[in-house]
């Protein structure tokens, strides 16, 4: 497959049928036209005011004031968004519920414990009122921070949306992160109450998260009140005497809508803190406004996903990943979601196609390396299952190849909207995505998307067309961090983000920028592969190895050695029956040389049992890296954050091994 293989092309009736077209005629209507999605971007990115203003009217956000103004200053970090608005964000999602029928799901939701099943608007806003209700009468408060450690179930939604509906300010990890884990990011936060689930099952296994929850409640002096789930045991105890079973909690009085008050809250207050998948000291807690992530996810899941009414979205994550919240997003256009709590591949490699079918999902989301995995396995979606509703999909998590892209069009569905947005915890959005007016290219995520003005820049800090780059954003956005905790002068903030180009923005990844507005992503910038001064990004050097048959996955680094050199091992986990002889590696140098560079060739390959992952599915190059430089393990990774904890140490007896020709 060659990479910018044209794949799709929308129809142009369906085009003109989207939101982002009545969006372009509303603009038309006050004398702003433009005859193509690139025009209108343009816009977007240079009258950033007059933009959001216009995101703000057509999506009729609700505020107890107007606001002054849109944006004080295009600074960053520090510029300030519609200044003078109070706003709740989950009162934008349970809006909806009045328009809903009695029985119309918002919620079709299933797992390894629970058989699929459906939750209406009417119950999912019940449930809401009457738990931010009863925080209220905990004593919570807006500001208050409110934690869980809890699986991707309904309980975790209401949760959520109850602690955003009373001002108060969100938390999550899943419940597969240890105590260690849990404890470096919910400790930044002090947490006042904590929703704990007793336990969950993945793979047919179950996992009692009774002594893990106590280790967490120890080490949280700030909070007030546990609230326990007993999810895997319906007859679990928590581990405390002052613990409240959430089905006590729920248990209360109906709350109608229209006796219950949502707290909006000031354009600058906090809506939940998101921890970033760092590889040195504590995980960044990142804070997001109300006003900035309300305006993004607007924009995000209408003028870009074009979800309605009738959507219903479907993204495989856990509650510990950032695409838990963008999933629920979704319930602002008042689409339906469907959660899935287990194992993606158990008991089959089709579980999750045979779920989107019975759940009749419009959107399917999932990373690239399941799709890689699927690729593996031979399953052909479109000839065992009905997918009849099935109108596009949203890949991301890591770069997805051009092979991925069009494996979706060669074993799911013909007709189908392909995208693959990249974006980041860091805004809980995408930056490049898709758009329903644009076609599908293999390996081409389709445009920058609106609003956010990103580039390809080059070490000095200028723009490059066609070459791969350093992706910037020259312009504030909305949902961009107004801080992280526990860093009262914003230094750690400012380091992260704008150190390397003062008042630009560096998002970290490598990104290519075509004539036509394509983009590509090469992987994390900060770990480049460089070799002899010329910059490589993994994510090319593993679609090369990972068609090879032999092959079932592959990760790379490259270290810089004193005196000017380099060393770039490639280690791969091999097909069953599979050997790495010198017949292998020298096909690998072949299909490298071939289809990259002569420098893209590692200097070794190493055959390992597996590849170290995160939990969110992000192969962990610079912690691999790092263990090889001679850095500890335990000071470059947190083993409860991966999702096979022994994996590091094959590498850490590697590095000892070889420590000194390294």
């Known amino acids: 497959m060659?990479?910018?293989?044209?794949?799709?092309?929308?129809?142009?009736?369906?085009?003109?049928?989207?939101?982002?077209?009545?969006?372009?005629?509303?603009?038309?209507?006050?004398?702003?036209?433009?005859?193509?999605?690139?025009?209108?971007?343009?816009?977007?990115?240079?009258?950033l005011e007059s933009f959001w203003a216009e995101v703000w009217t057509y999506f009729d956000v609700i505020s107890s004031q107007p606001y002054e103004r849109v944006l004080d200053a295009r600074v960053m970090p520090g510029a300030v968004w519609f200044?003078?608005?109070?706003?709740?964000?989950?009162?934008?999602?349970?809006?909806?519920?009045?328009?809903?029928?009695?029985?119309?799901?918002?919620?079709?939701?299933?797992?390894?414990?629970?058989?699929?099943?459906?939750?209406?608007?009417?119950?999912?806003?019940?449930?809401?009122?009457?738990?931010?209700?009863?925080?209220?009468a905990l004593g919570v408060v807006p500001g208050d921070r409110v934690a869980a450690y809890m699986p991707n179930i309904p309980e975790t939604v209401i949760a959520m949306l109850a602690t955003m509906a009373v001002g108060a300010v969100w938390s999550s990890s899943a419940p597969e992160f240890g105590p260690r884990t849990v404890i470096d990011r919910f400790s930044q936060i002090d947490p006042t109450v904590l929703f704990v689930a007793d336990g969950y099952r993945f793979g047919g296994k179950d996992f009692e998260r009774g002594a893990e929850i106590a280790a967490i409640r120890a080490?949280?002096?700030?909070?007030?009140?546990?609230?326990?789930?007993?999810?895997?045991?319906?007859?679990?105890?928590?581990?405390?005497?002052?613990?409240?079973?959430?089905?006590?909690?729920?248990?209360?009085?109906?709350?109608?809508?229209?006796?219950?008050?949502?707290?909006?809250?000031?354009?600058?207050?906090p809506l939940w803190v998101l921890f970033s998948s760092g590889t040195t000291g504590l995980p960044k807690p990142i804070v997001h406004g109300h006003v900035g992530v309300l305006l993004e996810h607007l924009k995000g899941t209408g003028l870009g996903q074009d979800l309605g009414p009738s959507s219903r979205m479907f993204f495989y994550t856990t509650t510990g990943w950032?695409?838990?919240?963008?999933?629920?997003?979704?319930?602002?256009?008042?689409?339906?979601i469907v959660l899935y709590d287990g194992h993606p591949t158990y008991p089959t490699p089709a579980c999750l196609w045979q779920l989107a079918a019975d759940a009749r999902a419009t959107t399917f989301g999932?990373?690239?390396?399941?799709?890689?995995?699927?690729?593996?396995?031979?399953?052909?979606?479109?000839?065992?299952?009905?997918?009849?509703?099935?109108?596009?999909?949203?890949?991301?998590?890591?770069?997805?190849?051009?092979?991925?892209?069009?494996?979706?069009?060669?074993?799911?569905?013909?007709?189908?909207?392909?995208?693959?947005?990249?974006?980041?915890t860091e805004l809980c959005a995408g930056l490049v995505g898709g758009s329903p007016l644009l076609p599908v290219y293999a390996g081409e995520i389709q445009t920058r998307l609106l609003g956010m003005d990103v580039h390809a820049w080059n070490e000095d800090g200028d723009e490059v067309v066609g070459e791969v780059g350093e992706l910037v954003v020259t312009s504030p956005a909305p949902s961009m961090p107004l801080y992280?905790?526990?860093?009262?002068?914003?230094?750690?903030?400012?380091?992260?983000?704008?150190?390397?180009?003062?008042?630009?923005?560096?998002?970290?990844?490598?990104?290519?920028?075509?004539?036509?507005?394509?983009?590509f992503i090469y992987g994390r910038s900060d770990s480049t592969l460089n070799r002899y001064g010329v910059r490589i990004g993994s994510a090319e050097i593993y679609r090369a190895v990972e068609q090879l048959d032999e092959i079932a996955d592959s990760l790379i680094v490259c270290l810089e050695l004193d005196g000017g050199g380099f060393y770039m091992p490639l280690f791969v986990r091999l097909a069953d029956g599979t050997?790495?002889?010198?017949?292998?590696?020298?096909?690998?140098?072949?299909?490298?040389?071939?289809?990259?560079?002569?420098?893209?060739?590692?200097?070794?390959?190493?055959?390992?049992?597996?590849?170290?992952?995160?939990?969110?599915?992000?192969?962990?190059?610079?912690?691999?890296?790092?263990?090889?430089?001679?850095?500890?393990?335990?000071?470059?990774?947190?083993?409860?954050?991966?999702?096979?904890?022994?994996?590091?140490?094959w590498f850490v007896a590697f590095a000892q091994a070889r420590r000194i020709a390294i």
């Open 579 to 649: 050997e790495l002889d010198d017949a292998l590696k020298a096909r690998i140098a072949a299909k490298l040389r071939a289809e990259c560079s002569p420098r893209h060739i590692p200097d070794e390959v190493h055959a390992v049992a597996t590849i170290p992952y995160t939990l969110t599915g992000k192969k962990m190059e610079i912690p691999v890296r790092r263990i090889l430089a001679g850095m500890p393990a335990e000071k470059v990774a947190s083993r409860e954050a991966m999702m096979h904890p022994a994996a590091l140490d």
């Open 83 to 136: 200044r003078g608005s109070q706003v709740n964000y989950a009162e934008h999602m349970l809006r909806h519920e009045a328009q809903a029928t009695q029985d119309e799901a918002v919620l079709v939701h299933g797992s390894e414990l629970r058989p699929l099943a459906r939750m209406s608007w009417h119950e999912l806003g019940g449930a809401v009122r009457i738990l931010a209700t009863r925080l209220r």
């Open 322 to 336: 950032m695409m838990f919240n963008a999933l629920l997003s979704s319930l602002l256009q008042g689409s339906s």
């Open 2 to 47: 060659t990479e910018g293989e044209l794949l799709w092309t929308p129809d142009p009736g369906a085009a003109r049928a989207t939101m982002v077209v009545d969006f372009m005629r509303r603009l038309e209507e006050r004398g702003k036209r433009f005859s193509t999605y690139e025009e209108l971007w343009r816009w977007s990115v240079t009258d």
């Open 484 to 519: 992280f905790m526990s860093d009262p002068d914003g230094a750690r903030y400012r380091e992260t983000y704008f150190e390397h180009f003062p008042g630009v923005w560096r998002h970290g990844d490598f990104i290519k920028i075509n004539d036509r507005g394509g983009c």
């Open 366 to 424: 999932a990373s690239p390396t399941f799709v890689q995995l699927m690729q593996k396995s031979g399953l052909v979606p479109r000839e065992r299952f009905d997918l009849s509703a099935l109108r596009s999909v949203l890949l991301t998590g890591s770069p997805v190849t051009p092979e991925s892209t069009a494996w979706f069009y060669e074993s799911v569905k013909d007709d189908l909207w392909v995208t693959s947005p990249s974006g980041g």
């Open 219 to 269: 080490a949280l002096p700030t909070v007030r009140q546990v609230v326990w789930l007993p999810y895997l045991d319906a007859g679990s105890q928590a581990p405390f005497a002052d613990a409240l079973a959430w089905p006590e909690l729920l248990s209360g009085p109906s709350v109608e809508r229209d006796s219950f008050a949502y707290e909006r809250v000031a354009h600058d207050h």
